[in-house]
């Protein structure tokens, strides 16, 4: 039997779906890095759209003569029980860049062993290095807690690495979930460390990823006027699976699931064609039933928690402000800034906080048109009123 993965799958290409426009235009973009034209982007998209999985095909799909990372910042936030730092972030990058040349040792027989134990001993001593250590002519930090050296071993290696191997023309860091790296100690700082370093990497590309609206603060901190990157990352945004997509997704990756024409319809209204709930609502749909309008709404009501998943944990570290916020747009379908200042019982500085950390999770957009925030997920507006239909109350 054909099925849907709920989570990220380990053999990729199996699971992958079509994004074919996608994968050329950030992989034109990602070709520069071998013509000494260091990429720059920032794929944004809904949450559950693609983004992290699309990545992962991207890379997986480099050629050999291009070593590729992946860090995932809520990753390295979690361990850090929520306390993430900037040399937490470092230390993250510098075990994939050891993890990326572990695994392609061949290549680098010549100066492996020596790269890996010194990444290895950084780790294990907290930086504290014995004096004058080189290794690829970039120096090692001595002092422990020496933020700047460790910082410039760390965003200079990549570079090295490709200046030190013939067989090696670029290097590839994908940073996803970056809107986290907010919560680092001086994030304008950090992301303007991370900008001088790529000025003078002419091999080395970096993509930021992450679940954040298009018109959320940290996209201004990083890439607006007076951002660190100042506009030049090239901007893409992942969108979800069309209606005709969807369909095609379903008939190719799936063998058990038929629709009648308003049963499919329904179905694609209530994922909008996010993959995320697409694969997530397909497995608890009947199998080998033509599913009709009724079945659907039906296993949707009644499942809701299953396909809704992501917005419980969500929703269960918003603070209660965040929560009013996000129920005042639900029951007014969206409201302007001065209708939130008014009407929604906190203070201005409390609403421009709501906003900033709604925008910057991709819970709340920005409508121009009518200027209007209002919610970016459909199925969290769904799961809220499901569970007030039901309970009574909205989720706790
Ligand atoms: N192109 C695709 N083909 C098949 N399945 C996909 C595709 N893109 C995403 N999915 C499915 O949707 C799920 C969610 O995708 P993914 O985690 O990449 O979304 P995301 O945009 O990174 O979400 P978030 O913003 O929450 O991080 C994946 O686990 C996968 O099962
Ligand atoms: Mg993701």
Known sequence: MKILPVSMPKDIDKYFFNRTKDINMINTQLSTVK????????????????????????????SSDVLTIFIDISEIMGRQ?????????????????????????????????????????????????SDNVNVLDVPIPVISDNYDKLSKFTMELPQKIVDSSDEITGFIIVI?????????????AFFWLIRSFTQKQFNVGYIFTGSVSKTADIINMING????????????????????????????????????????????????????????????????????????????????????????????????????????LLEHEGATRATLDNQLGYSKSSVTRFIDSLSNQGIIEFNTMDKKFVLADKMLQFWLKIKLETNGCYPL
């Open 35 to 62: 013509l000494d034209i260091p990429p720059q982007l920032l794929i944004t998209g809904y949450r559950g759209v693609g983004k992290t999985f699309l990545l992962k095909k991207v890379l997986n799909d480099q």
């Open 176 to 188: 996803d979930e970056f809107q986290l790296l907010k919560n680092v100690e001086d994030p304008e």
């Open 225 to 328: 006027q007076e951002g660190a990157f100042g506009g030049r990352l090239i901007q893409i945004n992942v969108e979800p699976f069309t209606f005709d997509e969807t369909k095609r997704y379903i008939d190719e990756k799936s063998n058990n699931l038929k629709f009648t024409d308003e049963g499919f319809k329904r179905f694609y209204n209530c994922t909008r064609g996010i993959p995320l709930y697409i694969n997530s609502l397909s497995s608890i749909l009947p199998n080998n039933i033509v599913c009709d309008e009724d079945i659907i709404r039906q296993t949707l009501q009644l499942n809701i928690d299953q396909v809704a998943i992501m917005w419980i944990y969500i929703w269960g570290r918003l603070s209660q402000g965040e929560k009013d916020f996000i129920i005042y």
């Open 81 to 129: 029980k929520g306390n993430l730092t900037e040399e937490e972030v470092l230390k993250a990058l510098l075990n994939a860049i050891d993890d990326a040349i572990s695994q392609n040792k061949k290549y680098y027989k010549k100066w492996i062993g020596k790269i890996a134990s010194s990444i290895k001993k950084l780790e294990l001593k907290n930086y504290d290095f």
